[in-house]
């Protein structure tokens, strides 16, 4: 099935690409192509659910010639089956309350109890949305109609690295020890984004996410083996 996509220029070193609604597998899908295509052209690309930014250096290639480039492969590029190139990745959680800072407060607020919470949020299986707003944040679609919630009225000045969070339809992923607002409710042991390598992170946006329940106990073996 062949996809129209509009054209927008962002000076003379950006072209943006987008769909007409959220569409992350096909954002995927042509990422991957033109970066594997039109890889001694670019500089770098930037994901939307719905959009890529591709950047140039326009003495190298103009945008004219980019666009031309790109709507060849677009025109001759099949989306079919794009879906099942994703990826399946399994995450350890622990929701124990040293690191879900905010899971007792939020079953006062949802009415539910913390076992409830934490059934909901590993029923579900989690497709990534987007990768961005700091470095390895993780956005995933698929929360459970019951869990959705606000964010924090008060963002926090520093949320540990590991942090998983929720708030409003998604789940989160803190990969780096940052400022936030979102509702925390457990912690992963591993270290998915590591700026010293190449890719930093080796998910991507389409993939699939499933999480599993650590005790404390597990929580620490497992960070101690990350070091």
Known sequence: MKRDFSYDTLGDSTLIISTDKENVDVI???????????????????????????????????????????????????????????????????????????????????GLSIKKIIELHLRETYKIHMIGFLPGFIYLKGLNNNLKVPRRNTPRKEIKAGSIAIANDQTGIYNINSPGGWNIIGRTPLSIFNKKKNPPIKMIEGDNVKFYKISKDDYLKLKNNEK
């Open 28 to 110: 995927r899908h042509l990422h991957l192509i033109l970066s594997e295509k039109l890889k001694d052209n670019i500089i770098d690309f930037v994901k939307t659910p719905n959009s890529l930014a591709v950047y140039i250096d326009p003495y190298k290639i103009s945008i004219k010639q980019l666009y031309n480039k790109i709507n060849t492969i677009v025109v001759n590029e099949s989306f079919d089956g794009i879906k099942k190139k994703a990826k399946d990745w399994k995450i350890p959680i622990c929701y124990d309350t040293s690191y879900a800072k905010d899971i007792s407060s939020l079953s006062k607020k949802l």
